[in-house]
T-cell receptor
Framework: SQQGEEDPQALSIQEGENATMNCSYK?????LQWYRQNSGRGLVHLILIRSNEREKHSGRLRVTLDTSKKSSSLLITASRAADTASYFC??????????FGKGTKLSVKP | DTEVTQTPKHLVMGMTNKKSLKCEQHMGHRAMYWYKQKAKKPPELMFV???????INESVPSRFSPECPNSSLLNLHLHALQPEDSALYLC?????????????FGQGTRLTVV
């Protein structure tokens, strides 16, 4: 498998707090992506970070990438109840397909 | 239009039935994918079509038969499924070119085999 573990597997926080999710991968990559999935629905692309980038921001999202450790983190600041979802990191396979990590289920309590 | 449309949203079928899942996109993407997702698990790749040709079949049983009639459509034909095939089936599309690797997903078909 090209993907390792994501941690934590589940995270429960209060509205307004920050949520941090981590992802590890096993192979060399050109980029790493993060996706969000609301319960039982399709996945939505959140943010992409390229292998020559160390940090990237998009609104309340901050992604870091450490290629030496083969790891990435997703930080959601000032979380809202609407952020409740599962979050997956993904790297691209040789045929363009995405290979997903196991995901973190985030629950934000109002 | 940045949508991938999947139909139906829900499907209940018996083990002797034949049914089809449909997926459509009009973003000009030449790569289309079927993923299977079981509860509390990440999506797992089933098939990849690149320029309407099957390029990956991830050892999927023959009771699942993909079809790509044109660059906008992707079908998954189902026959003689087992209860363990019950899952969320997701279609996705993307550019073939690695420079734009973002994938767009449909909302999925929730399949229940009885």
């Amino acid at each position: 498998s090209q993907q390792g573990e994501e941690d934590p597997q589940a995270l429960s926080i209060q509205e307004g707090e920050n949520a941090t999710m981590n992802c590890s991968y096993k192979t060399s990559i050109n980029n790493l992506q993060w996706y969000r999935q609301n319960s039982g629905r399709g996945l939505v692309h959140l943010i992409l970070i390229r292998s020559n980038e160390r940090e990237k921001h998009s609104g309340r999202l901050r992604v870091t990438l450490d290629t030496s450790k083969k790891s990435s983190s997703l930080l959601i600041t000032a979380s809202r109840a609407a952020d409740t979802a599962s979050y997956f990191c993904a790297v691209r396979g040789s045929q363009g397909n995405l290979i997903f990590g196991k995901g973190t289920k985030l629950s934000v309590k109002p | 239009d940045t949508e991938v449309t999947q139909t139906p949203k829900h499907l209940v079928m018996g083990m002797t039935n034949k049914k089809s899942l449909k997926c459509e996109q009009h973003m000009g993407h030449r790569a289309m994918y079927w993923y299977k997702q079981k509860a509390k698990k990440p999506p797992e790749l089933m098939f990849v079509y690149s320029y309407e040709k099957l390029s990956i079949n991830e050892s999927v049983p023959s009771r699942f038969s993909p079809e790509c009639p044109n660059s906008s459509l992707l079908n998954l034909h189902l026959h003689a499924l087992q209860p363990e095939d019950s899952a969320l089936y997701l279609c996705a599309s993307s550019q073939v070119w690695e420079g734009i690797p973002e994938a767009f997903f449909g909302q999925g078909t929730r399949l229940t085999v009885v």
